[in-house]
């Protein structure tokens, strides 16, 4: 039988599916049977079962063994009855049809004696190595004891076996006549397909003369028809084609032997090299040229004769067009040779190729040579040789000859000229005498937006315009032309260009000069330097700032350090006082001037660049009322303020916000100099998750300022934060940029509002805190708390120690006083060998020459790791200020402070 793979392919297909279908349908088959045959087997058991428990009941609550054994035997003959068994409630075996002796099974078994559920139940058992399905059940609710029926499941089985077998051998005859019944389907469809593959082969191995014949009236004989074709449409192009390729070759060989005759014939060597600069190609004169005398040079090194890396010359121009080169080299036998090698790329399909020509140039050479020394001595020659006229005049015509190569040379030199100035990264402009435009290169066109043949033959004046910072126009090119001599300037020139843009350039402006050293025009190269302007500016700027930030951060750190001495002298001054002296309001006055002069310390210190804010609970109401104030103290600008009594504290730094709110309302007021009112609105805000503010949900304190001033344009709305912006003369844009830089280190938010004429309306969210732990930020109202203990005091301003020594006194703490950290360590280990440790160490962070507060406390930690330490500093910004806890420290106490801060600092720290 003649099968083919397609009929092969679908048989095995087909009985892989035939035989999933009939695994799967045999499988389902016996779990269907099986329990069908079970549940069968239960209920003739429990019939059995009622049988028994109901003929006569009496005798299974007397417990007549031997009725009940002849009654169970008598159900032996049932089909499918393997055993049947009686026990009692205690599982004493009554009768039973086991022979010869009873199973452990039996034995084993026990019915829940005492249980009240009487319902039958059945198991799957194993007894003497036969499986049984064990149903049972309760005589009178379980008083008569328990009747077990065995029912054989080997019966179950052979009976699943049988149906089984008679269901394979059904499928089975359906199965074969399937196959039959396919295989006749396929040999029908297989036979034009075979004819069509047979067809196909041919076809592959380019036998395009057979024809295609299919007998077949459906697609496959449609396809055949179709294949039909093609190959007759391709066999005619093939033999088109052929013919082609024929001719083309015979015409291609032509060529090449034609090209192999020049080649060979040429006066100048010719060399054809490989990427690598190995030769592949190369005509006798090119070994003649060197005095070659090696008779094969292909995959030689080209360098070898010449001594010179020709094709390193050529790739390091950067460029893919005709390059030259000249060179000499010294000839054993004809002495010093000069050549001149011209290179050109070619691609091809195969890679690259490098064409190189040598020409002998020695004699060119000679006659320049000459020609200099005929030039030093022709007058002299005319006037003393007159009768040697014919040999000058001989002379005179290789002169000509020599001048006709010489201007070839200059026009090859013009090209390379006008690639240049096209290449080269600088501007380029050259003018007449007239300053008519005669060339611009590419980048001028692109700086400039023109193009050379919309501007050529233009004057520059009427196309472009020079001016100075001042306004004033210039004209370079007349003062080149008047002056002979070149113009440059490095910067400080505007030149505006046709599509109306200014550039901030410099340029030299050279003269050109004909070989009669007359004046021909000017060339103009110049730079666009408007963006290294800018950022010179921005350098100098920046530095500035930077010298200003130090300067101010030096000055208020030393001022706050003079400060906490004043501050806390005042405070003590006025403890004394009695409460009805006349001088105590003057002392509170001169206290909140101290107050205010600490909030522009704070404000010195976020310019210079602090770290990050040292948070605390703060009175927002408090911050507002005493900012705004002292923001508008002075000016004509009324202030209004909506604050509700129930405003949340905030947990911010109050020196930072507090200069976000001035630089904020100093704006205002700014932008309203004939006056004007500022308002300042504050509201409990609860964000819900899914808020549009991209802020996390939670309690925040909201602050709206706003003005009716002359609003800010819609252009630069988006630009106000940033660094450096400002629409004022005298501003320098870093008011609203550290505004927007303090809110993003608080974790907050600030938006803007403008309308140009109406007004402009900040608003700020800041994170709220629960008022139950705002701590009472005004700091002169702060109570003083008495305490006890050993306290070790590090500053290296006199002062400073002298007026904490006092309010240490006074707050009935014991005092120790040093000036470098190297003094802490010693009276800190002493305390310790004397069993009387300090109980807090405060320490300024710099120490001018001597260990300070950082360095000192990292010793501590390293030998006494449960030491209690407090920092402080006038920079109060410091970032360790800021991350006390990062460096071992408890707690923090910026300068300049006063003794309720610190007795409230002592009494917390001591205690934790």
């Not at 039958?120 to 008083?143: A, C, F, Q, T, W």
């Not at 080169?325 to 195969?350: L, P």
């Not at 503010?693 to 252009?715: E, H, M, Q, T, W």
């Amino acid at each position: 039988m003649i099968t083919s793979k397609l009929f092969r392919k679908t048989l095995i297909a087909v009985v892989s599916i035939f035989v999933l279908i009939v695994a799967a349908s045999s499988y389902f088959s016996i779990q269907v049977l099986r329990q069908q045959m079970i549940e069968e087997y239960i209920s003739k058991a429990l019939s059995i079962v009622h049988s028994i428990s109901m003929s006569v009941p009496d005798i299974f609550l007397d417990r007549d063994a031997a009725t009940i054994q002849s009654i169970i035997d008598q159900y032996m003959d049932v089909e499918g009855v393997g055993y049947v068994f009686v026990h009692d409630q205690q599982g004493m075996v009554i009768a039973h049809t086991f022979s010869p002796a009873k199973p452990e099974y039996i034995h084993a078994h026990k019915s829940s004696p005492g249980s009240k559920d009487y319902g039958p139940r059945h198991s799957l058992v194993e007894i003497n190595g036969r499986s049984y399905l064990d149903v049972y059940d309760s005589v009178l609710m379980g008083k008569g004891g328990y009747i077990h029926i065995g029912m054989e499941m080997s019966n179950i089985n052979s009976r699943i076996t049988s149906a089984l077998l008679k269901i394979q051998g059904f499928n089975l005859f359906i199965f074969s006549i399937c196959i039959l019944a396919m295989y006749f389907f396929m040999q029908q469809v297989s036979k034009p397909l075979v004819q069509l593959t047979e067809s196909a082969r041919k076809f592959k191995e380019r036998n395009l003369e057979s024809e295609i014949k299919v007998d077949s009236n459906d697609e496959i004989g449609e396809l055949a028809s179709t294949m039909e074709g093609m190959r007759r449409e391709i066999a005619g192009y093939v033999n088109k084609l052929k013919k082609s390729i024929s001719n083309a070759t015979e015409e291609l060989q032509q060529a090449l032997t034609y090209l192999s005759s020049i080649m060979d014939n040429m006066a100048d060597g010719l060399v054809v090299l490989d990427e690598q600069g190995r030769i592949i190609r190369y005509n006798i004169s090119f070994k003649q040229s060197f005095s070659i005398s090696k008779s094969n040079l292909i995959e030689e090194d080209l360098s070898i004769y010449t001594k010179r890396d020709i094709l390193g010359f050529y790739r390091s121009t950067a460029s893919d067009d005709h390059q030259r080169m000249e060179f000499s080299f010294e000839d054993k036998v004809r002495g010093t040779r000069h050549i001149e090698a011209s290179i050109s790329m070619v691609s091809m399909t195969c890679g690259l190729s490098y064409i190189i020509s040598f020409h002998d140039i020695t004699a060119r050479k000679s006659m320049e040579t000459e020609l200099k020394s005929l030039y030093a001595n022709l007058e002299k020659k005319v006037h003393e040789r007159t009768e040697k006229l014919q040999e000058a005049n001989d002379s005179l015509n290789n002169e000509i000859a020599l001048r006709k190569n010489a201007e070839i040379q200059l026009q090859s030199e013009k090209e390379f000229f006008a690639v240049t100035l096209k290449s080269i990264g600088d501007a380029v402009l050259i003018t007449d005498k007239q300053g008519r435009l005669v060339f611009v290169n590419r980048v001028a066109e692109e700086i400039l937006g023109i193009s050379l043949e919309n501007v050529k033959e233009k004057s520059f004046h009427t196309v472009f315009k020079l001016r100075d910072n001042l306004g004033e126009s210039i004209e370079p090119f007349k003062r080149v032309i008047k002056t002979n001599k070149i113009y440059e300037k490095a910067r400080g020139v505007i030149l505006t260009g046709q599509n109306g843009v200014d550039y901030q350039i410099s340029f030299k402006i050279s003269p050109i000069y004909d070989r009669y050293s007359q004046i021909l025009g000017t060339v103009m190269v110049f730079q666009d330097i408007s963006d290294l302007l800018y950022l010179e500016e921005e350098r100098l700027r920046k530095e500035k700032l930077e010298s200003i930030g130090l300067l101010a951060g030096g000055i208020a750190h030393d001022f706050n350090n003079i400060l906490t001495a004043i501050l806390n002298h005042i405070i003590m001054v006025k403890s004394s006082m009695v409460k009805d002296d006349v001088n105590i309001s003057k002392m509170e006055s001169a206290q909140k001037a101290c107050l205010r002069a600490r909030r522009l310390t704070q404000q010195l210190l976020t310019f210079s660049k602090g770290g990050a804010p040292i948070k605390e609970a703060t009175s927002m109401a408090e911050l507002i009322e005493d900012t705004v104030g002292f923001a508008l103290r002075g000016s004509n600008v009324i202030r209004n303020l909506d604050i509700p009594s129930n405003l949340w504290p905030a947990n911010v730094d109050p020196g930072q916000i507090s200069q976000v709110l001035e630089n904020l309302v100093i704006n205002s007021a700014q932008a309203m100099p004939a006056g004007g009112e500022v308002c300042i609105e504050a509201r409990n805000i609860t964000l819900e998750p899914g808020s549009d503010l991209p802020l996390a949900a939670g309690k925040y304190v909201r602050l709206v300022v706003s003005d009716n001033g002359c609003g800010i344009d819609s252009d630069n709305l988006q630009k106000i934060f940033d660094p450096y912006f400002t629409t004022k003369k005298s501003g320098t844009g870093l008011g609203l940029a550290t505004t927007y830089s303090i809110i993003n280190n608080h974790n907050g938010y600030i938006e803007v509002s403008s309308t140009r004429g109406q007004g402009t309306s900040f608003t700020i969210y800041l994170p709220a805190m629960s008022a139950e732990l705002l701590e009472d930020v005004a700091y002169s109202k702060s109570p003083i708390e008495s305490g006890r203990g050993r306290i070790l005091v590090l500053d290296d301003d006199q002062e400073i120690l002298e007026v904490v020594k006092e309010a240490l006194d006074l707050l009935g703490y014991e005092a120790e006083l040093v000036a470098d950290g190297k003094n802490i360590l010693e009276e800190y280990a002493k305390s310790v060998e004397e069993k009387n440790p300090f109980d807090l160490i405060i320490m300024d962070l710099t120490v001018p020459g001597g260990m300070g507060g950082l360095e000192t406390m990292q010793k501590l930690k390293e030998i006494y790791p449960e030491v209690k330490a407090v920092v402080s500093s006038g920079y109060s910004q410091d970032p360790v200020m800021a991350n006390y806890r990062e460096h071992g420290f408890l707690g923090v106490l910026a300068k300049p402070y006063t003794i309720s801060e610190l007795s409230s600092l002592l009494v917390r720290m001591i205690k934790t």
